[in-house]
């Protein structure tokens, strides 16, 4: 026993000489400090500016965010939007398959869904999400080509489709408008033949060009909002903060600078979070081992975030999606479970599925 510690300990000596030996052959330089005051110093070490320090520290809505109609093609893309629900067309938005694609699919969907509600009309609304191996990454050929099968008056994007240009050039051949939200890398051409709102196209002056793509897709249905309300829509003033639970948790997922506008988007995302009353997000959380009104950017990070994109790395992301959509508690508790491990337990028996051994959800035998 005590021969066994010895060489343990020799062995874990050697490792350690080692690695000071390793770190001996570097020159390690640091830089001067340049600020008096130790706040000033880590702030500028985070790249924060004297002018932007308030805004860092604390974030204000009303000062540090920016109107959704300062995209360059907004106000198109809304005037299309109420143009098909007006007629009763059919809507499908396409996200993808990870957190944020997933995240921003359900924050459109949320709030069309209310909005056709509310004018009472007649459109169909459907979301696909792709399959990361049979379709792969962005709007696919053969996905186009069903949409059109499936007489489609409407494609909106979320974290996807600036790269396919061509295959939005045959949903114009073929009638079908196209509105792309996404903020992923520019294509080889820009698609001309769709309303674009993404904050790196050539010519776009939105002022924020980091935001993640459910980052973008709020923006839209900020603007959707606004529009309804001021064609008489019952959406109280500020209604659209309650869907940053889905920014706050994209914007950490996909890892997006909390800065500027971000910084805000998220601050104010949190507190929605931690206040949420969607059951899916509560069952998420709970099932996590997270307290609701102590989540933060970690807990998004290695709890909630990374629960959300294993569905569609695994398995299905529309799980993800159906989860974070759920409008009941016992749909939720149905979702969160397989989402978190397959098992079902609410208490009572949901459906006809059966809880065998510990329950990973509750620990109740």
Known sequence: MGGGGARNCGKYGAFKRGLCFFFMKFKWI??????SDLWECLLARRGVLPNQRQEFLYPDWDKNTHSPFLFTRMEEAVERFFTVLTRGEKIIIHGDYDADGVSGSALLYTTIEEIIEKMNSKSSLEVFLPDRQSDGYGVAKHTMQKFIKDKTNLVITVDCGIANADVFDLAHASGVSVIIC???????????HAFVIHPLVPGEVYPNKTL??????????????EEARK??????????????????????????????????????????????????????????????????????????????????????????????????????IVLAAQHHGGSVCTGARVGTQKTTGVCSGCHKQ
């Open 182 to 192: 996404d903020h992923h890398q520019l294509g080889e051409r820009v698609p001309e």
């Open 212 to 225: 993640c793509g459910t980052g973008v897709a709020f923006k839209f249905a900020s603007a959707l909002i």
């Open 30 to 35: 640091i830089s001067d400090r340049q600020e």
């Open 231 to 332: 064609r008489g829509f019952a959406f109280p003033t500020g209604h659209e903060k309650w869907l940053l639970d889905f920014v706050a948790i994209a914007t950490v997922t996909d890892v997006m600078p909390l800065l500027g506008e971000n910084r805000t988007l998220e601050t104010y995302g949190l507190k929605v979070l931690n206040k949420t009353r969607r059951p899916g997000i509560l069952k998420i959380i709970e099932l996590s081992g997270s307290t609701l009104g102590s989540i933060d950017t970690e807990t998004i990070g290695f709890r909630i975030g990374p629960r959300l994109n294993a569905a569609g790395r695994i398995g299905s992301a529309r799980l993800a999606f159906d989860t974070l959509v759920a409008k009941t508690i016992d749909d939720a």
